[in-house]
C-alpha cells in the first residue's frame, strides 16, 4: 500500500518542531544502526556527525559527483578538491520510505528514543565547541522540509555570529511537500533567497512515475508533483542544484523515459540537467537488510539508466559545457518577484 504523504507529513512535522521554543527534532546518532556505517564517532554531543563529501567513489564508470564540493569551495574562494569534510545536522523525520536510504527506518519516524529537540544555538555552539570545524554545515534527513524554518533559523544564527561568510550552509529536500510556502514568512524567504553562502538541492526520486514510486513507496502522481515544487524554487534566485536516483523495478523503455526525464528537467531550465547529479545506490548497512529480488534487479538497472542519461547529455550540451563547474552552470529562472507566493 502506498504512503499517505499528507499525513505522514503532517504527523512528523508535529513531532519535530517546537515553534515556541525555536527548537527542531534532530537525530542523535548514539547506539544506532546508522553509527556502523559513520567513518567518525557522533559528535556534538551525539547529534552531529562529520561527512567526508567525494567527488568520486569507487565505481569509475559513473559519473563524478560535484556537490556539494564545488558550490561550497565557490562561496568560500577555497581551491579546487576532490573531497571536503561538512558537519552534518540531520531531521528525525521523514515522509518516505526510500528502499535504499542509508538511515535506518527508526530514524525517520520522529523517534524520540533516537532524537533529542535542538535549537538551532545549540546546534552553531556544539559545532564551534570542537578542533577544526569543519567549513561547510549539512542539513540533512529524514527530510528538512518538513521544518522549513530549520534553514532560516540557521542562517538567522550563523548571521548573528558573523559566521555568513565563512561557513557554508548546504541543505537537502526531497520534493515532497509544499510547507516551504506553507510555514515561512516573508522574512523567511528573503533570508533564503538572499543569504551568500547556501546551497539547496533537491532529489528527483527516479525518473518516471513507476521507478518514483518503487523508491519512495509513494504515490505515482507525485513524480509530478517533484517538477511543480521545483519550478517554484527555482523562482526565488537560490543557488539550486539536484540530485536524481535511477534505481527502477523494469528496464522497459528505459531510454524513451530517460529522454522524457530530460526534457521536464529542460522545461523547468534549459541548464538544469546540467546542474543535477544521478546518486549511486550502494549498499550501506541498512540496506543490505531490504534487498529482494525486485530491489537486487533495479541496482541492476541504474546501471542501464545512467548510460541512458550520459547519452542524453551529450546529445544536448557541448563537451566544453559538460566539463564546466557545477557551481558556475547559470540557472536563469531566478526572478527578483520571489516574495509572490
Known sequence: M???TEALSVRYRAASIDLNGKRLLITNFRNTEQEKDLSEPPNCGGVGRIRHFR???GNSDWPPNPLPIDPACKALGLQSTDMIRAQVFQSAACNWRCWYCFVPFDLLSANPDYSELMSPAILIDRYLDQPNPPPMIDLTGGQPDLVPEWVPWMMAELR?????????????????????????????IEL????????RVCCFKGFNAESFAFNTRAEPALFDQQFELMKKLLTLGIDL?????????SRDGIEEDMRSFVDRLQMLDENLPLRTVPLQIQEFTPVKQRLNSATADALQNQQIAIEAWVQELETRFSSEKRASNIADIPLRKGSVSHLTH
Do not use: K, M
Open 160 to 188: 548573528n555570529r558573523g559566521l555568513e561568510h565563512q561557513v557554508y550552509l548546504w541543505s537537502d529536500d526531497n520534493l515532497s511537500n509544499d510547507y516551504f510556502w506553507q510555514f515561512l514568512s516573508e522574512a523567511d
Open 241 to 249: 542544484y539536484a540530485y536524481a536516483t535511477f534505481t527502477a523495478p
Open 55 to 57: 567527488r568520486t567513489l
Open 192 to 199: 533564503i533567497a538572499t543569504y551568500p553562502n547556501y546551497g
Open 2 to 4: 502506498a504512503i499517505n
